[in-house]
């Protein structure tokens, strides 16, 4: 059973930084593209950060310049470096991750961050 668990959440001040983990296991085939997505209270869940296995990256406007997605594709792992950060940054962080070739997508759980200002 394919599981993500997500780590680095917590509570920073405005301006601060946090470093998000995501490691994959129970996979048989690669993961293909990774990505963060958040969702805060009230709020819709939105596209944060994605990357592919070959390490290309798309961000959403707001967080463009800010943060910084990676990934270790020998530890099936997804990060996201999360600099100069803003209240409204305030959501809860979840990792995302597609497998093509069964044509299925699995989700973390999710990690709090909170912004304070």
């Known amino acids: 059973q394919v599981q993500l668990v997500e780590s680095g959440g917590g509570l920073v001040q405005t301006g601060g930084s946090l470093r998000l983990s995501c490691a994959g296991s129970g996979n048989k085939f690669s993961f293909n593209a990774m990505g963060w997505y958040r969702q805060a209270p009230g709020k819709q869940r939105e596209l944060v950060a994605t990357i592919t296995s070959g390490h290309s990256t798309n961000y959403a406007d707001s967080v463009k310049g800010r943060f910084t997605i990676s990934r270790d594709n020998a530890k099936n792992t997804v990060y996201l470096q999360m600099n100069s950060l803003k209240p409204e940054d305030t959501a809860v962080y979840y990792c995302?991750?597609?497998?093509?070739?069964?044509?299925?997508?699995?989700w973390g759980e999710g990690t709090l961050v909170t912004v304070s200002s």
């Open positions: 995302k991750a597609d497998i093509l070739a069964i044509r299925m997508e699995y």
